[in-house]
């Protein structure tokens, strides 16, 4: 199983970004996806997640600002991010609890997107 995430870049604080993650391999099913970031010097700190789809979570602060949706036929993640803030800077990986078909459920990591919000 492999996940891979797309869609960072270089924006201006108040813009906006999208990101995908999309989930490959052998998946039985996928229970929850989630975005989290980590900052320079700092650690990696939970964002959003969604689980069989609909039930979705937001760390405090992007609360209002990112929406976290998921496409179960492709098996991705998305993240649209709006409102950006330069404190949002940081590289997003993606993470996702999936089943394989023999039954066993663990956790994946995909490589990660670098953000970076700046005028």
């Known amino acids: 199983v492999q996940l891979q995430a797309s869609g960072g870049g270089l924006v201006q604080p108040g813009g906006s970004l999208r990101l995908s993650c999309a989930a490959s391999?052998?998946?039985?099913?996928?229970?929850?996806m989630a975005w989290y970031r980590q900052a320079p010097g700092k650690q990696r700190e939970y964002v959003a997640g969604?689980?069989?789809?609909?039930?979705?979570g937001y760390a405090d602060s992007v609360k209002g600002r990112f929406t976290i949706s998921s496409d179960n036929v492709k098996n991705t993640v998305y993240l649209q991010m709006s409102s950006l803030k330069p404190e949002d800077t940081a590289v997003y990986y993606c993470?996702?609890?999936?089943?394989?078909?023999?039954?066993?459920?663990?956790?994946?990591w995909g490589q990660g997107t670098l953000v970076t919000v700046s005028s």
């Open positions: 993470n996702a609890i999936i089943e394989s078909y023999r039954g066993f459920s663990r956790s994946y």
């Open positions: 969604i689980s069989n789809g609909i039930r979705t």
């Open positions: 391999g052998s998946i039985f099913s996928i229970n929850v």
